[in-house]
């Protein structure tokens, strides 16, 4: 049974640009959430989705980013324009209604 | 709104000695849960342990414990016997019932020496 899946590992991007991120939740679970941990500090919430539906966004950033959890595919966080403070690790997870929620490896974002 | 406290920022423990790792927490809410999750060098988070707020006992999973004490809202996390394996960032994290989002602490940077 495969647990939650995130790619990129790593992604480098130059302002600007956008940044795509990817999370297949584990199998079964509906809930996908993404949270955000600078470096030295603990996760922070950023959204939490359930498949075609954006339960509670209340710590993503108003501009720039976005999330999606469609019918069909993985979740993706879209980070667009790109800054160097946007540099972070991005954690997603999954879980069933009310359980824990199990983590993926995690994107290591890199904005030169 | 809720808050978790990680007092200890950085803890060095001998190997196969027990360690206790620090955890409080702040919310108005009766019903919730507390998670430990563990960050190794290699950046992945791994559940540890879970305790809810009306469990009777004490949550265990293996040599780790969770010391709930509700009147006090802490919860520390308990390590028997550490092993080398055991270095690590470990989080605390709570959750409201009602609310999916987990709230972490700062962390604690476990180092266990041979």
């Known amino acids: 049974n495969a647990g939650v899946m995130q790619n990129p590992r790593h992604l480098v991007r130059r302002r600007g640009q956008e940044a795509r991120l990817r999370c297949s939740p584990m199998?079964?679970?509906?809930?996908v959430y993404w949270y955000r941990q600078l470096p030295e500090e603990g996760l922070k919430f950023m959204v939490y989705l359930q498949k075609e539906n954006i339960i509670d966004e209340s710590g993503m950033p108003k501009e720039r980013f976005s999330a999606e959890f469609p019918k069909e595919g993985p979740s993706i966080l879209r980070i667009q324009q790109v800054v160097r403070g946007d540099s972070a690790a991005y954690f997603c997870?999954?879980?069933?209604?009310?359980?824990?929620?199990?983590f993926g490896p995690g994107t290591r974002l890199l904005v030169l | 709104a809720q808050k978790i406290t990680q007092t200890q920022p950085g803890m060095f423990v001998q190997e196969k000695e027990a360690v206790t790792l620090d955890c409080t927490y702040d919310?108005?809410?009766?019903?919730?849960?507390l998670f430990w999750y563990k960050q190794p060098s290699s950046g992945e988070m791994i559940f540890l342990i879970y305790q809810g707020s009306y469990d009777q006992q004490n949550a265990t999973e293996g040599r780790y414990s969770l010391n709930f004490q509700k009147a006090r809202k802490s919860a520390n996390l308990v390590i028997s016997a550490s092993q080398l394996g055991d270095s690590a960032m470990y989080f605390c994290?709570?959750?409201?019932?009602?609310?999916?989002?987990?709230?972490f602490g700062t962390g604690t940077r476990l180092t266990i020496i041979p």
């Open positions: 199998k079964g679970h509906s809930h």
């Open positions: 919310t108005s809410d009766p019903s919730y849960g």
């Open positions: 997870a999954s879980s069933d209604l009310q359980e824990t929620q199990y």
């Open positions: 994290a709570m959750r409201n019932f009602g609310n999916e989002k987990l709230t």
